[in-house]
């Protein structure tokens, strides 16, 4: 499954960002053209977090809506999938945002 190894490498990269401390929150960010379910990321979270510093953190996730720029005339339009088309009814547009998946901020609570 895609989402799983999305979540094995967002505990990974927390896990590492701990530096011995605890996880408590990892802020991520999916582009709704992602291709990734948001649901199926954090159903396997808890499981992948298990026995790892991330164990137990919230895990938040942004859904950010899909945009594209015009090439024909410049505006800029939201793009809610992957058939959509410019107002003006040009299919020419470079993506802006949508496809992305990124890690936003990750909270630790440092060792006592
Ligand atoms: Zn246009």
Redesign the pocket.
Known sequence: MHELSIVCSIVDLASQAAEGGVVRRVTIEIGKLSGVAPDAIAFCFPEVARGTPVEGAALDIREVDAEAR??????E?PTPDLLSE?????RQ?KRLRGEELNIKSIEIEEAA
């Open positions: 015009c090439d024909v005339c410049g505006a339009f410019c107002p003006c009814g040009s547009f």
